[in-house]
């Protein structure tokens, strides 16, 4: 993971934001750049798709999402989240 643009660190991914990031590349291998760029569309149709999915791909998704956790720790180990205050 990188810095974001702000020099913010970012924040570890969620079960749900990994499904959705391999969603988003499936979409686009399938149907090329111009679906794939509406990302308000593809993000809907990836939270339709997760709550229909089984126990066991959701499970399979918070084991990477808890490895990609423990590696978040490993590479930035002070991190600490501060939300914004609105």
Do not use: C
Not at 14 to 26: E, G, H, L, P, Q
Not at 52 to 57: A, I, L, Q, R, Y
Not at 65 to 85: C, E, G, S, T
Request: aromatic share 12%; charged share 30%; glycine share 2%.
């Amino acid at each position: 993971k990188k810095k974001s643009r702000k020099g913010n660190i970012p924040r570890p991914q969620n079960s749900f934001v990994i499904y959705r990031r391999d969603f988003m590349a499936k979409v686009k291998l399938n149907y090329g750049h111009e679906i794939s760029s509406n990302l308000p569309f593809v993000s809907t149709k990836a939270a339709k798709w997760w709550s229909s999915e089984n126990s066991e791909v959701k499970n399979t998704y918070q084991i990477i999402a808890d490895l990609a956790r423990k590696v978040h720790i490993r590479v930035y180990p002070n991190y600490v989240f501060k939300p914004k205050k609105r």
